[in-house]
């Protein structure tokens, strides 16, 4: 009956064709091919947002456990025996290393026994959150008892901040690397951001339509092209091998990643520039002002705006840049935090590579951590830029 | 318009049309001739070309449209919600303002649509009917030798009569035409008016033009515009010679445009 | 002469000087090209007065750091060829498919929210995609071998090929986009007009019309994935492995730059100017890609006129 019914209506309609079918069928598929592509990206992302929090939010918290403390002579002396000798594997032997420091802080502690919240060892971390460990059977029932007793707690871990690298890996923190990165960052926005500007005023205001020109324009096409880890090679072999700067130190990454950082900052600099309208540098001229001044005092300003954003992006990518740092030797164990552009340092891309090749299973939830902070502040200057570039659009 | 016995292959039945929040086509009813060349005139902005883009639901592809009324061919609404826009625009084809030969060569230019649509296969088949509607197009003795060039390398007419041929090729019942000699040089627009008046014998064609005396060169049929309303339809002589309403007299004899 | 003529000097003289400042500015970009080239040449060259050259191109064997050591790099391209086929097979399907989407089919709305979403794609520096490819992806790829009967290593190239493959996605359909959107309106009436269906529109008349421009995204995505470090570094293997299988652990190119250099060989030894030689490669062929990319996309960009490129 149905069947007939819809003979019917297709005799009815002179624009019905069989094949049709088939040809939106396919399209249907194409659309659909499209999106689960886009789909795919929007969910990776998500994944790998979700994994990465939830591997590095455990480390914002570290465990501390409530021991009676002994604090006189022999302890500053060997502070292995501050503690009671069951306890001595449980604790944070980084911690127990700094005793001497805390007594000369606290002098009232000489020669007393206290209750103190002391850090653990990573292990016990590790197990207390879940994660693989490495302990033995005696130790684990001594943490469980003391678990239960209420006597193992967990607090803001605010050594990750304020310490640097270090071996022991619940003393390790981001501190070192933090400052080495706005060191070498002061260094590489302090060479790029005027020899970038610079060559784009130049380009944009001043250059003849010559062969030249054209060579720098193809030079700088190029120069964004080309392999970061290649930039390493040039920094090792001339500033290092030739210029004889000290390996590993902020103002050899500042200067590898300056001139990585150029083309960036040349090529949103001259779109700045080429947006300020001609109109305005022909009212500098008719007041018989000069191409220098034109730009200086009234196309510069306007263009402001357009380069400052520009260069908070390419400040940015440096942020994230690892390879050519390593090649200079940025992933030496540092320590302390460097106290000049000349010292030893280390930054935040290279401080996380490093700890992802550490073996203990602390450094995962901490590179994750530390993966966080510097997506955070990617996220914040890449806002930033947008927002001042959303502020000061000018519709001409 | 004088009675006559002219056969209906278009029937507009109170058609509105808007863009977004704007009333863009005022009830337009009419009903338009078989093998006749049908003219829209009317000044900048009046609808014609959204009208003439309602026949073959191109604007259908714009998402803020929406339309109401009927367009009946072949007894068939084809707003209808069984009628497929695909299958619309194979019965009703359309050459553009701007000539847009695709960058394939000349024979692929033709040949692309009626080999998708399953009306020929590959081979003899398909060149004939390349050759066919690269006859009717006027273009044959022309390309004949280099159908392998590209469509692009071929002169602004020559172009725009390809775009014919190609529309001819999947053997339209209907050709909408927008503005089709608006970008070309008098030569060539001679050359395609008179392709018009060739063609009409096989097919029902409707033209937007801004050129009043190109509508009173080859239309039968003129329908004037005028802020998204049609004001006046009838035979061509009539509207130019002896108009029935003001503004159809205001907009032929210049006294706004 | 008068302070009218000597003020008058003291401009010229500063006109000169600022004009000056901003030619050497300009130059620093020459410079820097020039420094990268002739230091890379320099040291490999160094190298190849130590090494053969022909065994370096057509050599099997990578072996350092013994007597008679032999530094033929063949195992270390093949490796970079299999992890980044990988890694295109990836990003241009997804890039491409993406784009499409985005230019053909989204609403605006649409696209302004999804276009961001896929620029931080771009932002996320490569050290963080090299932990998530060593430390969540191939462990991932060992298990789901193991489940189907197979056996994969934990730096297999599949691993780091995959999540190379995202991190270029990016610059696939981010050129696409802007390109598939250049092909003029026009040319889409036209297939419409002709009662084509959108999906044929796009396949047979704007991706055609587009190709140019994403053959040009997909040889700078190729470039990228040559010159990616870090990923390689932290998820790939250490050792030259001539092997077509992806489940197997390979190195790369860059991996061997980066280990020649931080061991403990002298720096005038083979075994630390081989990262030069292999540096040299890398710049050259990665020069190569990227200027066929750049003339195909002013090719592009001339036929249709286009400045938003």
Known sequence: ?????????????????????????????????????????????????????GKGMPAFQITYIKLDVTYNEKTIDDSRFAVEKKYRTIVSRAWLRDLPKLVKSKPELMNTTQSTWVLADDQVDQYLKGHHYNMKDKEIKLVDELNTQGLIESRFNSIFFTNGDSKIPEYAGLNSAMIGSVLTLLITMLVAFPIGVMTAIYLEEFADDNRFTRFIEVNINNLAAIPSILFGLLGLAIFINLFGLPRSSPVVGGLTLALMTLPIIIVSSRAALRAVPDSIRQAGYGLGLNKIQVTKDHVLPLAFPGVLTGSIIGLAQAMGETAPLIIIGMIAFIPDAPGSVMDAATVMPAQLFTWAGMPERMYIEKTAAGIMVLLTVLISLNAIAIYLRKKFEVKW | MKKNDNKVKIDVKDLNLWYGDNHALHGISAELYENKITALIGPSGCGKSTFLRCINRMND?????????????????????????????????????????????????????????????????CDELVETSL??????????????????????????????????????????????????????????????????????IITVTHNMQQAARVADYTAFFHLGKLIEYDETETIFVNPNNKKTEDYITGRFG | MSTFESRKKQRELNEKLIKFALIAAATISILTTLGILFSILFEAIEFFKLRSFWYFITGTEWSPGVVGSKFGAVPIFAGTFVITII???????????????????????????????????????????????AITVAPMIVNAAESIGLE????????????MGIMIIPVISSLSDDVIRSVPDSQRKAAFGLGMTH???????????????IIS?????????????????????????????????????????????????????????????????????????????????????????????
């Open chain 1, 1 to 53: 009956m149905i069947k007939r019914k819809k003979n019917k209506k297709q005799e009815n309609n002179p624009f019905y064709d069989p094949a049709l079918k088939a040809r939106h069928a396919s399209a249907s598929r194409f659309k659909k091919f499209t999106l689960s592509s886009l789909i795919f990206s929007v969910a990776f992302l998500a994944f790998f947002l979700f994994d990465i929090i």
């Open chain 3, 87 to 133: 890694a295109l097979a990836v990003a241009i399907p997804v890039g491409l498919g993406s784009a499409i989407y985005m230019s053909e089919y989204a609403t605006p709305t649409v696209r302004d929210y999804l276009k961001p979403i896929l620029e931080v794609l771009a932002g996320i520096p490569t050290v963080v995609y090299g932990f998530f490819a």
């Open chain 2, 135 to 204: 006859i009717k197009a006027g273009l044959w003795n022309e390309v004949k030798d280099k159908l392998n060039t590209p469509g692009t390398s071929l002169s602004g007419g020559q172009q725009q009569r390809l775009c014919i041929a190609r529309t001819i090729a999947v053997k339209p019942e209907v050709i909408l035409m927008d503005e089709p000699t608006s970008a070309l040089d008098p030569i060539s627009t001679e050359k395609i008016e008179a392709l018009m008046l060739e063609l009409k014998n096989d097919y029902t």
């Open chain 2, 61 to 125: 592809l714009i998402n803020i449209v929406k339309i109401d009324g009927q367009i009946v061919i072949d007894k068939k609404n084809i707003y209808d919600k069984d009628v497929d826009e695909v299958s619309v625009r194979k019965k009703i084809g359309m050459v553009f303002q701007q000539p847009n030969p695709f960058p394939k060569s000349i024979y692929d230019n033709v040949a692309y649509a009626p080999l998708k649509h399953g009306i020929v296969k590959k081979g003899k088949d």
């Open chain 3, 217 to 309: 995204a997909s040889l700078l995505g190729l470039s990228k994935a040559l010159g990616e470090t870090m990923i390689v570094v932290m998820a790939a293997g250490l050792r030259p492995n001539l092997s077509w299988n992806p489940l197997e652990d390979m190195t790369t190119v860059t991996v061997t730059i980066v280990n020649s250099l931080v061991g403990d060989f002298e720096f005038s030894s083979p075994e630390t100017l081989s990262a030069f030689a292999l540096g040299l490669v890398l710049f050259v062929v990665t020069l190569v890609l990227n200027m066929i990319s750049l003339s195909l996309i002013r090719k592009f960009k001339e036929k249709y006129k286009v400045n938003t490129l």
């Open chain 3, 199 to 213: 999906g044929e529109t796009i396949r047979n008349i704007v991706l055609p019309s587009a190709m140019p421009g």
């Open chain 3, 152 to 163: 994969a290593t934990f730096n297999s190239a599949l691993a780091s090929g995959i999540v």
